[in-house]
């Protein structure tokens, strides 16, 4: 992942290893949960799942958050990002025991999706937290690292506990009231998160600065205007621009390929290949490949630079993706979700780190809750498109040539960037594609943790 010395400066920050155990903590709930609503909603013997049944999930639990989802930055640019991390852990602690009611009862309806929106919400808030909060107890040139770091094992947590979760229901039994007492031990671990939250100090994670309280409707108003203002400030930032355009994009081709990949195991594998075990190993294969990038990728990035490795992932996933998905085998499948993951983990750590080297910590809140909205549109959008056409098997020829092109035309474009790429008023430098710098001043609006020399969502991975 990095330097044994780099890791050991890193683990020396308190407000680090205070931030790391709350992504671990809240990521591993995060897997028990998914755990639950996968087994749930698409690997029920009593329930089918088509494309547009999948789709339509996917949209339910993703999309209304995520249009309203920026708006979750100007909370984390106001208030304490610590205690928003321990409110949303007890606030989803009750929720999930909302879903063990209903869970018990058998509801698949509008009352079990609006539990389930809501828990995927909450975490929103924590993810967004969790990313700007990191600059604030890690220097700049610490970032790659930490990134690596955290997003990774923070991936690694949420597959752990989407085992832990797989591996309870296989024990319990696979019916509604099995996958009630995995929702009911979800619940638990979230009020462990809480615990774990509260060890850090009131504004160990930010904001470094907030503006005065204002009246409701002067907030909402304001609201409205800082959300420009920060999407304004990205948008001046070429780099990160650049750079989260391409991640977006990458992001849509992994949404195909991950629907038609639950599909295919769910009616057309059988017996070993398929079922719930056989997409198990898929996702192991594809935190292999996670884990991979997190050790490779702060060495490379010093050699190569953020933007240069981004670009030659994203080419090298469209390659395996069309070679290998193509014959439609569960081991092949398997394989090609090694350097898929790979490809998706370290074009994340470079992106993160190139936002949040860019923007400023006053904006990070707000940007980093418009990098999810761009995320999560990107992959429902995906997910709508392969549910008018992928068959209920989930085989198509036609789907996996177009995943593979759109990594390669996202490298591509960003390539080009590296030539024409114009610099904005608040970049007047322009575009960075070297290697990360190791003696690189934080930006002054920043305090920073003591400065050590030289990610994976990170969002957890999606339903």
């Known amino acids: 992942m990095a330097r044994a010395g780099d890791l050991r400066q890193l683990f020396e920050l308190t407000g680090f290893r205070r931030l790391f155990a709350s992504r671990l903590t809240s990521q591993a709930a995060d897997g028990v949960f998914q755990a639950t609503l996968v087994s749930y909603v698409l690997f029920s013997p009593e329930r089918a799942t088509s494309a547009a049944a999948l789709a339509t999930s996917l949209a339910i639990v993703v999309l209304p958050f995520s249009v309203i989802g920026p708006f979750a930055g100007i909370v984390l640019d106001r208030v304490s990002r610590q205690r928003v991390l321990v409110v949303c852990a007890l606030v989803r602690a009750v929720l999930l025991g909302l879903l063990v009611v209903l869970i018990a009862a058998g509801h698949t309806g509008a009352d079990f999706y609006a539990a389930a929106l809501a828990v995927v919400s909450v975490n ?9 909060g990191l600059p604030v107890v890690v220097a700049e040139e610490g970032l ?45 671990i979230y009020l462990v998160v809480a615990g774990t939250a509260t060890r850090a100090g009131r504004g ?24 420009a203002d920060g999407a304004g400030h990205l948008w001046r930032r070429t780099p990160a621009r650049y750079a989260l355009a391409t991640l977006t994009g990458s992001r849509a ?14 009616n057309y594998f059988t017996g070993a290949d398929g079922g719930l075990g056989g997409l198990a190993l898929l996702v192991t294969a594809g935190g292999v490949g996670t884990v991979a990038a997190a050790f490779v990728t702060p060495r490379v ?29 569960s081991p092949l499948l398997i394989a090609a979700s090694v350097p898929i993951g790979f490809a998706a983990q370290a074009s994340k750590i470079c992106v993160d ?23 999560n549109v990107a992959y429902v959008a995906a997910a709508a498109l392969a549910a008018v056409t992928l068959p209920a098997t989930g085989r198509s020829t036609v789907m996996v040539v177009a995943a593979g092109i759109g990594y390669v035309v996202c490298a591509l474009l960003y390539l080009s960037t590296r030539t024409s790429g114009s610099s904005g008023p608040s970049d ?24 050590i020399s030289l990610e994976a969502s990170g969002r957890a991975k999606e339903l």
């Open 353 to 375: 780190t190139v936002v949040q080297e860019q923007i400023d910590d006053a904006y990070r809140g707000r940007v980093f809750a418009l990098y999810d909205l761009l995320f």
């Open 204 to 227: 160990e994670f930010g904001p470094l600065a907030a503006p005065p309280g204002q009246g409701v409707l002067s907030e909402v108003r304001q609201v409205v205007a800082e959300l």
């Open 124 to 132: 929103r808030f924590v993810l967004a937290a969790l990313s700007a």
């Open 428 to 451: 007047p430098d322009g575009p960075r594609f070297g290697p990360l710098p190791t003696t690189t001043a934080p930006p002054a609006s920043v305090t920073t943790a003591p400065a």
């Open 301 to 329: 990035t010093r050699r190569v630079g953020k933007q240069m490795w981004i670009v030659l992932v994203l080419l090298a996933a469209g390659v395996v993706e069309i070679v290998l998905c193509l014959p439609f085998t």
């Open 144 to 188: 790659v690292t930490a990134n690596a770091l955290s997003t990774t094992a923070g991936t690694l947590a949420t597959l752990i506990g989407a085992g832990i979760g797989s591996g309870l229901r296989g024990l319990i039994g696979g019916d509604d009231a099995g996958v009630a007492l995995v929702a009911a031990f979800a619940s638990m």
């Open 253 to 266: 081709s992994y949404g195909l390929t991950s629907v038609m990949a639950i599909l295919l195991y769910r």
